[in-house]
């Protein structure tokens, strides 16, 4: 079965984005440019894929929960989860890693947290585009707490796109399972945009 995805995609809580991000704004947008499954994976925090999870719900496509950890090294790794508790688990892990520095708007711009009806709910202070203090000298440690959340450490890979199914797209956590028997087996998986076949 061939989906069509998006799973690094980021909202207005990553310094990197615009405000305009919004989780009505990509989900509608994902719906209009025909994605079946999104991820969002904003830098170093969980704080709005509940609001995306209840918007992705009502628009029937499926959602998969992610963080885009960086490591003390300052690699960039995508993080996907079974479900928003599992990557608030990271989330906090994460966050107790992170070096003690305030975000500054008038620089990276704000850090927003929405609810699902686009509404502004607070903003994070905590500057998210840093490194965290989480060290990869032993990969597998580091691959370690993913497993304890049921995250799956996702590598890039190219992609074709492809329509799907509507009927036989998985859920969120199948999709994790799936990709997660894939990293355990050495497989293929992918960060980005495109259609692929999810063993």
């Known amino acids: 079965m061939k989906y069509t995805y998006d799973m690094h995609i980021h909202s207005a809580l990553s310094p990197c984005a ?10 509608n947008m994902a719906v209009l440019n025909g994605l079946d499954i999104i991820a969002v994976t904003d830098h170093n925090s969980a704080g709005n894929l509940q609001a ?10 499926v959602f998969v929960p992610g963080i885009e950890v960086e490591s003390a090294e300052e690699v960039h790794i995508v993080c996907l989860f079974a479900d928003v508790e599992s990557a608030c688990m990271m989330g906090d892990e994460v966050r107790k890693n992170l070096l003690p520095a305030e975000n500054k708007p008038d620089i990276f711009g704000t850090q927003l947290f929405f609810d699902s009806d686009d509404n502004v709910t607070g903003q994070e202070d905590q500057m998210l585009l840093f490194a965290s203090g989480l060290r990869l000298q032993n990969c597998n440690s580091f691959v370690g707490i993913l497993w304890t959340v049921q995250g799956c450490e996702v590598k890039k890979s190219s992609a074709d796109s492809s329509e799907a199914d509507p009927d036989k797209i998985p ?13 355990r087996g050495g497989g ?3 960060q980005g945009r495109g259609g692929e076949e999810i063993p």
Do not use: W, Y
Request: charged fraction near 35%.
């Open 18 to 27: 615009e405000e305009e991000m919004t989780p009505n704004n990509i989900v």
């Open 52 to 61: 995306f999870k209840e918007c992705s719900d009502r628009k029937g496509i």
């Open 171 to 183: 859920e969120s956590a199948e999709v994790c399972r799936r990709l997660q028997a894939a990293c």
């Open 188 to 190: 293929r998986h992918s």
